[in-house]
């Protein structure tokens, strides 16, 4: 069982940055393909980005968001810059025991909680 916790969403105005984090528990953190999820109200829960040796990213936020690990803290981060209004979202982690570097949301087996992210324009 893994168990996922995102932290670092908020209030942002448009063109700001966040971080979020994702800690993972788990002695094989490393060997996972991790991933980023949204889901905007009324909408469906979408990719955004995920990395097992490296990122792999959404069309809306490639060259402004960049996924990354720290394998020896079990954590994964999502650095994102040129924030804009149709980026808020819930935005969750997710974690693919299996190790395929997917964007499918039935490949990851393991959920965070959530964290909101709102930029204001």
């Known amino acids: 069982q893994v168990q996922l916790v995102e932290s670092g969403g908020g209030l942002v105005q448009a063109g700001g940055s966040l971080r979020l984090s994702c800690a993972a528990s788990g002695r094989t953190f490393s060997v996972y393909t991790m991933g980023w999820f949204r889901q905007a109200p009324g909408k469906e829960r979408e990719f955004v980005a995920g990395i097992r040796w490296t990122g792999y990213y959404a069309d809306s936020v490639k060259g402004r968001f960049t996924i990354s690990r720290d394998n020896a803290k079990n954590t994964m981060y999502l650095q994102m810059n040129s924030l804009k209004p149709e980026d808020t979202a819930v935005y969750y982690c997710?974690?693919?025991?299996?190790?395929?570097?997917?964007?499918?949301?039935?490949?990851?087996?393991?959920w965070g909680q959530g964290t909101q992210v709102t930029v204001s324009s």
């Open positions: 997710a974690a693919d025991p299996r190790g395929t570097a997917s964007r499918r949301q039935s490949e990851y087996d393991y």
